[in-house]
């Protein structure tokens, strides 16, 4: 898994840019980012109104975790952004994505950006790269991308076994 993460560069805007080779088709790939019972197996989502199509609802949801962060609170809430753009086999985008944390006021707005493509090295696997972006100066706004890296890391390993299994 390649990961390029800006979150300890303070000169820089934090964001995420993670991806992952799985040997899956692109299609099988997407389907799991919208399908609430695939959601609850890599992400550990407890609820989900997904719409792969312009202008539907991305909408998932954790339960609160016990952990309580000291910046940020208990872990879990709510994810909620519109998509903007579809494209079978090819990935999809979310725009005006907030995340509704169990305690304290939302973070957002962020942009949320699925793709998939062939693996130059492998033409048997599908590379998955996951970007998020959205930022304004903060502590809690640094935090978040800190943990929602890590996050990214293993729900994707989480996706990739799921799915090569």
Request: hydrophobic share 45%.
């Amino acid at each position: 898994m390649k990961k390029i993460d800006t979150a300890g560069a303070r000169k820089q805007t934090p964001g995420l840019d993670v991806s992952v080779a799985i040997a899956a088709p692109a299609a099988r790939i997407l389907k799991a980012f919208f399908d609430a019972e695939a959601l609850g197996a890599w992400w550990q989502v407890a609820r989900a109104v997904t719409t792969p199509r312009t202008l539907g609802p991305y909408a998932i949801e954790w339960v609160p975790t016990d952990y309580r962060d000291e910046v940020l609170g208990r872990l879990g809430g709510v994810f909620r952004g519109t998509v903007m753009h579809f494209e079978p086999g090819r990935g999809f985008f979310v725009a005006d994505a907030f995340w509704l944390p169990p305690d304290g006021d939302p973070i957002g707005p962020m942009a949320l950006e699925v793709s998939c493509s062939a693996d130059a090295s492998n033409p048997t696997l599908t590379r998955v790269r996951v970007a998020q972006t959205g930022f304004e100066e903060g502590t809690r706004w640094r935090r978040y991308y800190e943990i929602v890296g890590v996050g990214w890391e293993r729900a994707l390993g989480s996706l990739k076994m799921l799915l090569e299994k």
